[in-house]
T-cell receptor
């Protein structure tokens, strides 16, 4: 069975500073990996996804993530955080075969300080 | 235009009541989902429908009964509500089955059972 671990429940970053949110997954083969963002009172929005190929993927809003098979990780990064980035971030994994649904991590709440 | 909409946005009711949540998508997608997000923000799949047919039922009590009258709608009916049913329920849709298809989420319905 697939699983996702987001080790940080909360992270506080100063506006303009860089950001890295950690995600580790467990899956027997090469997984499909996703990062979603949930703003307060809103549904989830897809930031980026990795299926195959280049291990560094670019997403919306200036986010990127790097797939590292050796570490079973898919960390999310942004070089300069804006106050509007404050939200809950979810990493998710899906099986690369069959009619799989997504398994989500428990989320990391990003707080941005002035 | 809202891609995935849910009604109501908030629902407060007493234990033992029966309630329904409606979901509609105008994206022309074939697959729709219901997720439950608990008080700790953990997001878990409940059901998945493809072309009006149930394809995934993730060990959900049979008090929960999804119904898909057509491809654009997936409603969730809950009988005999319990305190533990309090959560945010998200509807989502995707073009097809499988993790390779991006899921689009609705804004959520916050259900409070008193």
């Amino acid at each position: 069975a697939q699983s996702v671990t987001q080790p940080d429940i909360h992270i506080t970053v100063s506006e303009g500073a860089s950001l890295e949110l950690r995600c580790n997954y467990s899956y027997g083969a090469t997984p499909y990996l996703f990062w979603y963002v949930q703003s307060p009172g809103q549904g989830l929005q897809l930031l980026l996804k990795y299926f195959s190929g280049d291990t560094l993927v670019q997403g919306i809003k200036g986010f990127e993530a790097e797939f590292k098979r050796s570490q079973s990780s898919f960390n999310l990064r942004k070089p300069s955080v804006h106050w509007s980035d404050a939200a809950e971030y979810f990493c998710a994994v899906g099986a690369s075969s069959g009619y799989s649904t997504l398994t989500f991590g428990k989320g990391t709440m990003l707080l941005v300080s002035p | 235009d809202t891609a995935v909409s849910q009604t109501p946005k908030y629902l407060v009711t007493q234990m033992g009541n029966d309630k329904s949540i409606k979901c509609e998508q105008n994206l022309g997608h074939d697959t729709m989902y219901w997720y439950k997000q608990d008080s700790k923000k953990f997001l878990k799949i409940m059901f998945s429908y493809n072309n009006k047919e149930l394809i995934i039922n993730e060990t959900v009590p049979n008090r929960f009964s999804p119904k898909s009258p057509d491809k654009a709608h997936l409603n969730l009916h809950i009988n005999s509500l319990e305190l533990g049913d309090s959560a945010v329920y998200f509807c989502a849709s995707s073009r097809g089955q499988g993790a390779s298809y991006e899921q689009y989420f609705g804004p959520g319905t916050r259900l409070t059972v008193t």
